[in-house]
């Protein structure tokens, strides 16, 4: 396969605080990984790194074939690479059609027949947006905010997906329908990276793991090795360094 994303020696640091310390790793097209790991692990920033939100003190970035420096996140979108952020960034007064719509901004050349084909997928993955469509984002619950969220970036028909914590703040069923709309994605060959805290269900969907923590990565292995492995689940809970000198 062709790799879409390649990373080398990813650090970054806020002041004398290192917050990513010689992140590498590589993504095949059509391949799904996962970053999982406790709170303050640097999951977060690291996509922000990816997004050109955060720069890096040191190392490179290659997407589709192409180092990227400087790039605003806006270029990186046009680029073809998107992020769910774990907030959301809803617009309330905005309806969801209305949301859809703003993710395919960067394809103005669309036709209208293009653009309503575009929006009956998202309709088609996540049902509840079609039932939802002209209702404010504001009113929604947590589970179709972040439904919207991710037909907003899908709109934008990227190679790269990026979900930060998709099931932060959602109830058990929600957080089930989230999942397999992003499993259905994978199974079309959406390329993806997904920070999640809750790795049994990180691990469901993604093709390779990585375990963070203080912002190294500590492990990594295909998702059935980590599963299965039960010194994942203390990496998850945040205990110790016990990984620093083993490895899977």
Do not use: W
């Not at 209208?112 to 929604?140: H, N, V």
């Not at 990227?158 to 929600?174: N, V, Y």
């Not at 269900?201 to 912002?215: D, I």
């Not at 010194?231 to 016990?242: Q, S």
């Amino acid at each position: 396969m062709t790799k879409l994303l390649e990373v080398s020696g990813l650090a970054v640091a806020y002041g004398n605080a290192v917050a990513l310390e010689s992140i590498s790793f590589d993504i095949d097209r059509g391949e799904f990984i996962t970053f999982i790991g406790p709170n303050g692990a640097g999951k977060t920033t690291l996509l922000n790194c990816l997004m050109g939100v955060l720069s890096p003190k040191a190392g490179t970035i290659a997407f589709d074939g192409r180092r990227l420096g400087t790039e605003p996140p806006e270029a990186r979108v046009a680029g073809g690479m998107v992020l769910v952020p774990e907030r959301r960034e809803l617009f309330p007064a905005l309806s969801v059609e209305d949301h859809l719509r703003l993710g395919a901004f960067l394809k103005r050349r669309r036709t209208r027949e293009q653009t309503a084909a575009a929006l009956d997928r998202i309709y088609t993955l996540l049902p509840k947006l079609a039932e939802r469509r002209r209702q404010l984002a504001g009113t929604l619950s947590g589970g179709e905010q972040q439904m919207v969220a991710v037909g907003r970036a899908l709109m934008s028909e990227p190679q790269l997906l990026m979900l930060d914590e998709p099931s932060t703040g959602l109830a058990p069923r929600i957080t089930e329908e989230i999942f397999e709309a992003i499993d259905r994605l994978r199974a079309d060959g959406m390329t993806g990276i997904l920070v999640e805290q809750n790795a049994n269900l990180a691990l469901s969907v993604a093709s390779r793991g990585y375990v963070m923590e203080v912002g190294g990565v500590v492990a990594s292995g295909t998702a059935a090795d980590l599963r299965n492995d039960p010194r994942v689940m203390a990496a998850y809970l945040g205990v110790g360094d016990r990984y620093r000198d083993t490895a899977i």
